[in-house]
């Protein structure tokens, strides 16, 4: 199946930590971020975010129970230039994933949630602590669309939205 969007994101929870990867490439290189990637042609959102979990964090669909969460949309300099399917992950607490664990992306490390969500901490991409705690405790799908300007994070807004991943392609523009 052919998606709207050409990314996805997954912010998986152990706990009160949330699995962070520290990017080596763009976007958002040298900030912590969730698990995700690009989806492949005929790839359906979750496929793909089932398939980057595997990838990135050896982490196999019967080890954690996945979630979809709306999307993250973004508009540069005026542009808008796309977005990404929004994941969560609940890994078993009593499931070992021990880390650091170095990685082609990256490095993968376990994250306080309250570290995170720390207004003075810049070392996280931007736009995580805008929707990270609707991601975690709210049950409802939103649109998250953030709006930069010369590099910085200016304004958000988060909309409530009622579609699957697979049923969003239709849902912009």
């Known amino acids: 199946m052919k998606s709207r969007l050409k990314y996805n994101i997954c912010f998986i929870k152990q706990g009160d930590h949330i699995l962070l990867l520290n990017r080596e490439k763009p976007s958002w290189m040298g900030c912590w ?10 790839e359906s959102p979750t496929q793909s975010m089932i398939r980057e979990i595997s990838e990135e964090a050896n982490l196999t669909e019967a080890d954690y129970e996945l979630f979809y969460k709306g999307i993250v949309t973004w508009t540069v300099d005026g542009q808008d230039l796309g977005g990404m399917y929004l994941y969560a992950a609940e890994l078993p ?14 490095i993968l490390d376990w994250k306080q949630l309250d570290w995170i969500l720390n207004p003075r901490n810049q070392g996280v991409a931007s736009n995580i602590p805008i929707f990270l705690n609707a991601l975690i405790y709210d049950p ?17 807004n988060s909309t409530p939205i009622k579609m699957v991943a697979e049923q969003l392609e239709a849902f912009r523009h």
């Open 140 to 156: 409802a799908c939103y649109e998250h669309h953030c709006v930069y300007s010369d590099g910085k994070l200016i304004r958000h």
């Open 33 to 42: 971020n969730g698990v995700g990637g690009k989806l492949e042609p005929e």
């Open 93 to 106: 607490t009593q499931f070992p994933y021990p880390t650091p664990i170095k990685t082609t992306e990256g």
